[in-house]
């Protein structure tokens, strides 16, 4: 039986977080863990059972995942790659193929890209055998990654549904190479564009239409897997940019062609890609959520989306919490508004055992100093012990009330992307007016809850307003810092290593 190598790393990095991430921000899956703790919706889950239906037997190293967050700690992520090199060099000889699930756009403290370092010592350590991986539809793909791999596929969807499905088509093409004896061909072409998610849903064009010709060319009989990789815009490094990645059975020129076109297509689209839902400035979201109160569409949801830790912010900026706290209308609701959340584990500590008392505490602005912390007398009114976030280390809850406004306080950098945080809560979000998340585009759950939805333009380390972000060493000319500038996708083209 034919064995392949399998395991992954999950982690999208924000460069402009102060917070590094360490190990206890990660689940790690080490061995037989990683068949043990299969789940819905996840590519290392499609690469398994795509591997075992197929016959083939996976072997496991390290799977280990995390919340978005600052860069990782350097001498953790060691680790977690010596781990897994530890194992890839005791089966040397043993293994036929190598197939991972990984994110794209984790970055390491000091060192930069994380993914490119662990494909290339793969690489070296087997130099002829099939090397494939699936990847976050936000990867950011990079010189290091492209010329130690044979192929990758993308996800296809934002938000993000069919992870399993990405890592069938990269189990499959690794299947591919190994039935046929033959390496795949590959092309990238580099888009030089920042693009938020929240400008490029799937379920809004300008992307439905460019999903379907990416799926249009997946059913050419000799293409294994057509992607567009968004890249990252918060994160600032030589890399970041929009990709077109097409994989083709043994054509190479069919491969160059479809991405030049596909990238041509994309930066001919650049100005069509526009927020995937109402949105406005701090104070005019206020006004019109009010409006929306009074006219019964609740609740009405905020997305305070310059700081939203499901990309990688540091969850902990004040200053639209404030804004809440201190307007006259809000305070005049007759029940109260739920803001989920900041992510502050002293505060949380300093309500644990104090329920139902009145304190003064003092929260927010943690770990990142652009925003000061706040300081309020309010009544904690519950606090929830080892809350799960989708698998992730446990952390503490806790509610605590100040005028017309419930914060959510974690002791996690988790992200608000459910309503039954509120609920586990003892809250029932839909009777409450006004939902602020730290958030950007809503989850299909809480859209499932909002009669209206505002994305905030808030401040943060996820600032939806590229153009005024300071890159340093983001190539340039990019889109949208820079507007007039002509782009030949043909001097973007690269091919694969063989
Ligand atoms: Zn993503």
């Not at 190293?61 to 010596?82: C, H, I, S």
């Not at 950011?140 to 993000?160: C, L, S, V, W």
């Not at 499959?172 to 072409?189: D, G, H, K, S």
């Not at 609920?423 to 839909?430: F, I, N």
Request: charge should be negative.
């Amino acid at each position: 039986m034919k064995r392949i190598l399998i395991g992954g790393l999950h982690h999208e990095s924000n460069s402009f977080s102060p917070i590094i991430s360490g190990e206890g921000d990660f689940k790690v899956l080490r061995g037989d863990e990683i068949f043990e703790n299969i789940r819905d919706n996840d590519s290392i889950s499609g690469i398994i059972t795509t591997l075992e239906q197929a016959g083939y037997e996976p072997v496991p190293t390290v799977f280990a995942r995390a919340v978005p967050n600052g860069e990782v700690d350097g001498r953790f992520f060691q680790q977690l790659k010596n781990e897994m090199m530890q194992i890839a060099k005791q089966e040397r000889g043993r293994i036929d193929a190598i197939c991972l699930a990984l994110h794209g756009s984790m970055r390491v403290e000091g060192l930069g890209e994380a993914e490119g370092p662990i494909l290339e010592e793969l690489r070296q350590l087997y130099p002829d055998i099939p090397i494939f991986a699936s990847l976050d539809m936000h990867a950011t793909m990079t010189d290091r990654m492209h010329q130690n791999a044979d192929g990758f596929a993308g996800y296809k969807t934002a938000p993000h549904i069919d992870c399993t499905e990405t890592g069938v088509l990269a189990a499959r093409m690794t299947i591919y190479a190994l039935e046929n004896q033959t390496i795949p061909t590959t092309a990238w072409v580099r888009v030089p564009m920042l693009l938020a998610g929240e400008k490029s849903g799937t379920d809004v064009e300008p992307m439905i239409s460019l999903i379907d010709q990416l799926k249009t060319i997946e059913q050419s009989d000799d293409v294994l897997a057509a992607s567009i990789l968004m890249g990252f815009p918060w994160a600032d490094n030589p890399d970041s940019a929009v990709g077109i990645y097409v994989v083709t059975k043994n054509d190479q020129s069919k491969a160059d062609r479809l991405a030049l076109a596909l990238a041509k297509t994309f930066w001919q689209k650049r100005q069509e890609f526009v927020f995937v839902s109402e949105y406005a400035k701090p104070k005019e979201a206020i006004d019109r959520a009010l409006d929306y109160v009074a006219q019964g569409l609740t609740p009405v949801y905020l997305s305070d989306s310059g700081d939203n830790p499901t990309a990688g912010a540091s969850a902990d900026h004040t200053k639209f919490l404030a804004m809440l706290l201190e307007h006259p209308d809000i305070n005049k609701l007759t029940r109260p508004i739920i803001y989920g959340g900041l992510y502050d584990p002293a505060a949380v500590a300093a309500c644990q055992g104090r329920v139902g008392q009145t304190i003064e505490l003092r929260f927010g602005a943690a770990f990142d100093h652009s925003s000061d912390p706040l300081r309020y007398t309010g009544q904690v009114v519950r606090t929830l012990d080892r809350y799960h976030y989708h698998g992730m280390p446990p952390g503490d809850l806790a509610l605590f009330r100040v005028h017309q406004v419930l914060i959510v306080l974690a002791e996690k950098h988790v992200g608000f992307t459910s309503p039954e945080m509120f609920r586990e809560l003892g809250l029932a979000p839909e009777e409450h007016p006004i939902i602020v998340c730290k958030l950007g585009y809503l989850t299909p759950e809480h859209k499932a809850l909002a009669r209206r939805g505002i994305l905030v333009l808030s401040e943060g380390n996820t600032d939806q307003d590229l153009a005024q972000i300071d890159y340093q060493k983001v190539i340039r000319p990019i889109f949208p810092k820079d507007l007039d500038f002509a782009y030949d996708p043909t001097n973007h083209l690269k091919r694969g290593r063989r």
